[in-house]
């Protein structure tokens, strides 16, 4: 929660709820866009959004072989993600912000 690394409040709502299907470590996130969208209550079509900006700054990375894993299982078009801990730190951001997002990306816990 302490996280400052992303600013826009409905990205960062997409990412703290993705967080909260990761494992311990950050990876293994895999809701479906309509399960998020629920949790949300944003759009489908605003989750996908807000997920692609999130991986185009390099805060998610597809993890595409625990997808190719899951279909193999049965689940189709799985796609899942690893929230990316050691995120750059901004400019003249301080060091215990990027020490917090580790931190904040376990809500299970």
């Known amino acids: 929660m302490t996280q400052q690394i992303v600013t826009d409040p ?3 709502h997409v990412l ?5 299907y990761a494992g311990q ?3 293994g996130a895999h809701p479906t866009a309509a399960r998020m ?8 079509r605003t989750v996908r959004a807000k997920l692609m900006v999130l ?3 390099d805060l998610i990375r ?9 279909e193999r299982r049965g689940v189709p078009k799985a796609i899942c993600y ?3 801990l050691d995120a750059p730190v901004q400019p003249g951001a301080p060091a215990a912000i990027v020490a917090g997002v580790t931190q ?6």
């Open 82 to 84: 690893d929230l990316v």
């Open 62 to 70: 597809r993890d595409r072989e625990l997808a190719a894993y899951l």
């Open 25 to 27: 470590d950050g990876r």
């Open 55 to 57: 991986e185009a700054e």
């Open 10 to 12: 409905t990205a960062r």
């Open 16 to 20: 703290l709820v993705l967080a909260g």
């Open 104 to 109: 904040s990306m376990d809500l299970a816990a």
């Open 37 to 44: 969208a629920r949790d949300t209550g944003l759009h489908e």
